[in-house]
């Protein structure tokens, strides 16, 4: 079974904190990425890495950034965070190919920043 | 803008009906399609894809592609108070450098009464 894991469920956090976000997948995936969820906008990809040391900017990258070190581990940073990044972030990997291939979700983190 | 519209409901159906879930796709260039399973407060869940055009059946569940309409379906036979939650569609789309990422819709909610 496919595992990403995600360091933490529930995040509180002041605003200006710098907040890292990590995610783990054991599965060796090509491919991850980190989306925000939030009611009636849906799921919003924020980056994505289809190498170590690659990434790619996603729909709103803006007031983040990534790290990919290692191959299964791929981080978000929030440099500055502020109110308006109050959301369920979630992370997910997939193998590369051809063929768009499914994407397998960690279970989110739901930050908070006060 | 590559879009992957869904209804997002609530689809109210009884407990042993078929639910018809639905999703329409922008890019006539994606290949692949996905349908995730979403409870409230976790994260999606991969149920069923479909790359080719027709039916692919999994249990109670039947994806349905249509290319030439770019239209994509969930069939939910015998219908379970289980099965309450909302589900996401998913669509391939090409970027840069050969790497794909997955457009999803916002989900339709869906309620199975007993």
């Known amino acids: 079974d496919v595992k990403v894991t995600q360091s933490s469920r529930y995040l509180v956090k002041r605003t200006g904190e710098k907040v890292f976000l990590e995610c783990v997948q054991d599965m060796d995936h090509e491919n991850m990425f980190w989306y925000r969820q939030d009611p009636g906008l849906g799921l919003r990809l924020i980056y994505f890495?289809?190498?170590?040391?690659?990434?790619e900017k996603g729909d709103i990258p803006e007031g983040y950034s990534v790290s990919r070190e290692k191959k299964e581990r791929f981080s978000l940073i929030l440099e500055s965070a502020s109110t308006n990044q109050t959301s369920m972030y979630l992370c997910?990997?997939?193998?590369?190919?051809?063929?768009?291939?499914?994407?397998?979700f960690g279970p989110g983190t739901r930050l908070t920043v006060t | 803008q590559k879009e992957v519209e869904q209804n997002s409901g609530p689809l109210s159906v009884p407990e042993g009906a078929i639910a018809s879930l639905n999703c329409t796709y922008s890019?006539?260039?994606?290949?692949?399609f996905f349908w995730y399973r979403q409870y409230s407060g976790k994260s999606p869940e991969l149920i069923m894809f479909i790359y080719s055009n027709g039916d692919k059946e999994d249990g109670r569940f039947t994806a349905q592609l249509n290319k030439a309409s770019q239209y994509v379906s969930l069939l939910i036979r015998d219908s379970q108070p289980s099965d309450s939650a909302t589900y996401l569609c998913?669509?391939?789309?090409?970027?840069?450098?050969?790497?794909?990422?997955?457009?999803f819709g916002k989900g339709t909610k869906l309620t199975v009464n007993p």
């Open positions: 890495s289809y190498d170590v040391k690659m990434k």
């Open positions: 997910a990997s997939s193998l590369a190919g051809e063929m768009g291939r499914e994407q397998y």
């Open positions: 998913a669509a391939n789309i090409a970027v840069q450098g050969g790497s794909e990422k997955l457009v």
């Open positions: 890019d006539r260039g994606s290949q692949s």
